[in-house]
């Protein structure tokens, strides 16, 4: 399964003179990106919060309101800090609040590779430690930001309070591949997933010919970024930001994907534990099945049928991972409910929040 699909990664500026004719091929269609950029003034392009060093390179946090447990927004494969906004912004108001870049991606440098969710939970982190915002945090994960979410709470169980999972991937998740439906964990070549890395270790290679044509052949395919539904939904300041970092992709060469490993190690893990997250207060959001569009070519109506109902399940079962859970279905929301319907983001984060102080006092000494 190529990590291009599941992690954005950096642009390193030491091309090999190996690949300066497909930079120069490259540069004719990636032309209007840059062109869009410049297009953007210094405030577009300036961090909403901050870069914090976490060992020779840099991840973009911003955090905002008073209060504990602080809130962690953890954003999906793509997707960015400010992509929260709605939601962070209301969440400010009653408590500390934090969105963050990953590596490589909007205003985050690119950090050691590979990538993987067990590189990306250590960063949080160090992240968190760095910017001196101490726990118990309450973990809110969109999309695979609620896998990373997971992690995080198996390395640093003591740090974690509470959980909100918003229409999370699940380990036992279906995705098309290459024009059909596939089990990402049954791709699992039994490999062994990699320890953290640093940037002394193993740092991020500059992009390989091939990693820049693929730019390039993307850009022809589908044009300059723009704001598609529902991030339209977003204040314009923020999608003028959101079109900022799309015009400027951090590339790095692309390495070895462990993606179907450790969802094959999450889903063998999860058979032998009876809830993992023990009385955590926990709610897990599934979004509605409305915005799902016809079955894919080559995809049978009864079996994109079937994938539906099993998300449904899947949903169920990421609310046994606490003994002390709740289960919403987002009736009017696409899976981006942080964008569709914020207010109930906000509600759940507000009930975890007030659970969570109560389960992190019988948790103290």
Not at 160 to 177: A, I, N, R, W
């Amino acid at each position: 399964m190529p990590g291009t699909c599941f992690r954005r990664e950096a642009l390193h500026l030491k091309i090999q003179s190996s690949t300066l004719a497909a930079v120069i091929s490259a540069f004719l269609f990636l032309s209007p990106l840059v062109a869009l950029a410049q297009q953007t003034n210094d405030s577009t392009r300036l961090p909403l919060g901050r870069l914090v060093d976490i060992g020779g390179y840099r991840l973009h946090i911003n955090s905002t309101g008073k209060g504990s447990p602080t809130i962690v927004l953890i954003a999906g494969s793509g997707d960015f800090s400010f992509d929260w906004s709605l939601v962070q912004s209301a969440v400010s108001r009653f408590a500390r609040v934090c969105s963050y870049d990953r590596a490589g991606l909007a205003w985050s440098d690119h950090g050691p590779t590979p990538r993987t969710m067990r590189q990306d939970a250590y960063e949080l982190h160090t992240l968190l430690t760095n910017a001196r915002l101490k726990p118990p945090y309450i973990l809110v994960g969109h999309s695979i930001g609620g896998l990373i979410a997971r992690v995080y709470a198996e390395q640093y169980p003591k740090e974690v309070v509470g959980m909100v999972l918003v229409d999370s991937t699940h380990e036992d998740t279906k995705l098309m591949y290459q024009g059909k439906i596939v089990r990402v964990r049954d791709n699992a070549k039994g490999i062994t997933i990699p320890s953290i890395q640093t940037m002394t270790s193993s740092p991020p290679k500059p992009p390989t010919a091939d990693d820049i044509k693929q730019a390039a052949f993307n850009q022809q395919m589908f044009g300059p970024p723009k704001i598609e539904p529902p991030f339209d939904k977003l204040p314009l300041a923020i999608r003028n930001v959101r079109l900022w970092a799309l015009s400027n992709p951090k590339l790095s060469a692309a390495t070895d994907d462990f993606w179907a490993e450790e969802l094959r190690e999450m889903y063998v893990s999860r058979t032998k534990t009876t809830y993992p997250l023990g009385g955590m207060p926990l709610v897990v959001i599934r979004a509605s099945e409305k915005d799902r569009s016809a079955p894919p070519d080559g995809v049978s109506a009864e079996e994109w049928k079937q994938m539906g109902e099993e998300r449904k399940q899947q949903a169920k079962d990421l609310a046994s991972l606490s003994r002390n859970n709740k289960l919403i279905v987002a009736e009017q929301s696409g899976h981006h409910v942080q964008l569709d319907d914020p207010n109930l983001v906000v509600r759940a984060i507000r009930q975890v929040a007030a659970s969570a102080r109560h389960y992190h006092a019988k948790l103290a000494p």
